[in-house]
């Protein structure tokens, strides 16, 4: 067994240097900002679009398909930003962006852009995301999760400028844009949306010795069931208006089955905009709200998802209706959440960080609290989490407790029982240290009663729960209250693998075996943020951040489609809408129209720009656009995919899918696609059709 264990970790390693050409090589560097505006607390909200192109290659879930490839695009990816400035100057921007995870890198680079221009010092940039693994990979901040977690190796140079591009842009936007503001944070609690998907390390712990492992209700309260929330208000014509929300609610990213083909928000995508919507509907509000929306602590949590029977590779189906509705009723308790805050809005809050970032391979040692030098993953990793397989080439390795993990004597002290898929010398010859993420952000920013705790992590339930409450006790002891909300938000920043307990690593379960420095992993990032959080109570804000960041890495030009080689005169429709029903006996199907039409190749598609919407008509003359409900029928809501059907030589075609159509009597409908800028072509009109 251990012989092909060895020939997977070798195959993986040497296949990413194939793929290599070349090196991408930055240096970043820490800039003094602009003076800031001071007075009165001012906010700014931005968004841009970060939908990848056509053919390129995603991240996450990579050993289930290796030749992955993003065909299109179902609920659009964004970067959306908040820029808040209190009274006393004190400037940060919160990020949200539609991906797997942040990269430090990156982060540093716009850090340094962002600084000519604005107040916002680098430890102030929090950038929290939403973990989909159907958006675009290339952009990570390690060596070895730019092959793990993408479905091909390598950094993908032009994805990688257009994200430092657009979050840029929405910064600037947000800033340029600051009113005056009022701004509430608040909890509510969100019930059986979500589960915990590692029951028996859960229980592990001791804390949860006492829980009945039969309890029908334990899987839904083994997570952290608080949606957390900032509202933000602004000055408009004499009076307060909702300018949007920021929100945290820990679950992972995969509502969306492995096998999509799309690039997807997921559930996030859901909340994110059935919140904006109802903003809008109910408040009338001048500009279109915006909704930020992170994943929190969610390690070991999961959507709640219908059970489905075993299907290929122990993967859940592809099941759009339930993913929706998962994703509407968060959505409908933060409409909840945002109209409790209204009552609670004040502009009398201030801003505080305290900030610490080191490499973890040097300093593993902090407060008698020693982590690994040398990170690994566990065999269990190979295999994927309990809930979601991964490819059949791995569904060999068991992940359950007293199988993954061995019963002969430790590994070494820090990584502790964690068996690795070959020997240690082998998969450190090949997987060395320096392969592995190493420079860790400790991120505390304190927004009146709320303290972001954003980590690049992926904490656990109880991880989360023993961090907070040592966050909460460093203000106790310093004579504070603690803030009414700590939220832990994961995958903050960069990418770092799993936080779980030392409890939880011993099972050595998929998420154990991804604690990559070992089972002291949660002691070491707790006591880091003790001390932050005593320095920050006690009102000293430490901004512990290198003068420098410099990385170069293999870099993969193929992971992004080629610009500039298309060649037509004209688009056409190349098949007619046609309509496809439900399927009675598939509570997971979908009815749908679908047009076909011929346009420019994907590289010149610039598919973050708008596409495609939907018109009617009562007379065939005069046509307008219209809405389901409160959601847009354009590719900005909920329903309508766009896809590549043929790549050809010079163009490609493509189809529109409007989803769950309601067509009503006495209207003509089409499908409207838009021309592609430079190209010179008129609008695209599809042929007109009737219920």
């Not at 916002?120 to 929290?128: E, F, K, M, R």
């Not at 209700?217 to 949007?244: C, E, H, I, Q």
Request: a positive charge; proline letters at 7%; glycine letters at 6%.
């Amino acid at each position: 067994m251990k012989n092909k264990y060895t020939f997977l970790v070798l195959f993986s390693f040497l296949t990413f240097f194939a793929h290599a050409q070349g090196f991408i090589e930055r240096k970043s560097t820490k800039q003094t900002p602009l003076k800031a505006p001071t007075g009165q607390l001012l906010a700014g909200m931005a968004e841009r679009d970060i939908t990848p192109a056509i053919l390129s290659r995603p991240q996450g879930r990579a050993s289930v398909q290796p030749e992955k490839t993003i065909y299109g695009v179902r609920t659009r990816l964004k970067a959306r930003t908040l820029v808040l400035v209190d009274k006393n100057g004190t400037s940060i921007a919160l990020i949200q962006s539609d991906l797997l995870c942040g990269s430090l890198p990156v982060h540093h680079e716009i850090a340094e852009i962002i600084a000519k221009k604005t107040s916002i010092p680098v430890q102030n940039i929090a950038w929290l995301n939403t973990h989909t693994h159907s958006g675009p990979g290339g952009f990570n901040g390690s060596i070895l999760y730019s092959k793990m977690a993408g479905a091909k190796p390598g950094i993908d140079p032009v994805y990688r400028q257009f994200l430092i591009d657009q979050i840029v842009a929405s910064i600037l936007e947000a800033y340029q844009n600051l009113r005056p503001a009022k701004i509430a944070s608040g909890s509510i609690e969100v019930y059986k949306q979500s589960r915990n998907r590692a029951i028996s390390a859960y229980l592990n712990n001791p804390e949860n010795k006492s829980l009945d492992p039969n309890d029908p209700d334990l899987l839904f309260n083994a997570v952290n069931k608080d949606l957390t929330m900032l509202r933000v208000d602004v000055l408009d014509g004499g009076s307060y208006k909702p300018l949007g929300a920021f929100s945290i609610f820990g679950v992972h990213g995969t509502g969306v089955s492995a096998f999509v083909d799309v690039a997807t928000a997921d559930i996030f995508g859901f909340a994110q905009r059935g919140l904006a919507w109802k903003i809008k509907e109910e408040y009338k509000t001048p500009w279109q709200p915006i909704h930020g929306f992170a994943t929190g602590a969610e390690g070991d949590v999961t959507p709640n998802l219908p059970k489905y029977p075993p299907g290929k590779y122990d993967q859940v189906p592809l099941d759009w209706p339930s993913v929706t509705q998962l994703g509407n009723n968060i959505s409908d308790k933060s409409w909840e959440l945002f109209e409790s805050l209204g009552s609670q809005l004040k502009s009398d809050v201030l801003i505080s960080s305290s900030v610490r970032e080191l490499d973890l391979q040097e300093n593993n040692s902090y407060e008698g609290v020693t982590i690994c030098k040398k990170p690994l993953n566990g065999v269990s990793n190979l295999a994927g989490a309990l809930d979601n397989r991964s490819s059949p080439i791995f569904n060999f390795i068991k992940t359950g407790e007293g199988l993954a993990r061995k019963k002969n004597p430790i590994l070494d002290d820090c990584q502790g029982r964690k068996p690795v898929p070959t020997s240690k010398v082998l998969i450190r010859l090949y997987l060395p240290p320096e392969t592995y993420p190493k420079i860790a952000m400790f991120q505390l920013l304190q927004i009146g009663d709320l303290l972001l705790v954003p980590l690049p992590w992926e904490v656990t339930t109880i991880s989360n729960k023993r961090i907070t409450e040592a966050i909460a006790q460093q203000y106790i002891k310093s004579g504070k209250t603690p803030p009414k909300n700590i939220t832990i938000t994961s995958v903050a920043n960069d990418y770092m693998g799993y936080a779980t307990t030392p409890e939880e690593y011993d099972m050595q379960l998929y998420e154990g075996a991804s604690t990559i420095y070992g089972y002291n992993t949660v002691p070491f990032i707790t006591k880091h943020l003790e001390f932050l959080a005593k320095n920050l109570a006690s009102g000293n804000q430490i901004a512990d951040i290198p003068e420098s960041m410099e990385i170069k890495m293999p870099q993969n030009l193929k992971l992004s489609p080629v610009k500039g080689a298309s060649n037509i005169t004209e688009r056409k429709e190349t098949s007619a809408p046609k309509f496809t029903p439900k399927d009675p006996s598939d509570f997971k199907s979908e009815s749908f129209y679908s047009v076909t039409w011929t346009d420019v190749k994907p590289g010149d598609l610039a598919l973050y720009q708008p596409y495609v919407y939907m018109e009617r008509s009562r007379d065939n003359v005069s046509w307008s656009r219209f809405k389901k409900g409160l959601q847009p029928m354009d590719d900005e809501g909920n329903e309508l995919e766009i896809r590549l059907v043929k790549d050809n030589k010079t163009y490609g075609e493509y189809m529109a899918k409007w989803y769950n159509p309601i067509l009503e009597d006495g209207y003509s409908y089409r499908f409207v696609i838009l021309p592609r800028e430079g190209t010179g072509l008129p609008v695209l009109y599809s042929t007109v059709f009737k219920k």
